[in-house]
């Protein structure tokens, strides 16, 4: 996806390589957070996905603490004069598609059925 930050320039958007960090994100999402904690979740989500572009501050996974990340990114965004509105649905969109690089407990039996040898092998 196609972003525009500001004064921090235009980004395309890329999933982060880790599936731990995209859980990260989605398990915070998933325990209803607040408005303001929702701000800075999606913010932080925002800063995860252009992390090629070394134009935010970096995760720093041995926190694991998104929201906490979220407060340092969204007063970066906000001086870069990326409107609150912005921030939340690109950072909205960017948590879907992370919720969807997370496998489902049905794919990974589906290979791990594909990954076993076959019976009498």
Known sequence: MDI???KLGEHQTQMPASMATC???VAM???DPNRAQ???LCAA???VCVDHAKCLPAYPIADGDPIAFGHKVLDRLLSAGVRVSDVYEIGSDL???MMQQ???EKAVDEQANFTQAPKGA
């Open 4 to 6: 525009n930050l500001r």
């Open 23 to 25: 859980l990260d994100f």
């Open 29 to 31: 999402w998933g325990s």
């Open 38 to 40: 929702l701000g800075r």
């Open 45 to 47: 989500a925002i800063a």
């Open 95 to 97: 948590l879907v598609e």
């Open 102 to 104: 997370i496998p489902t």
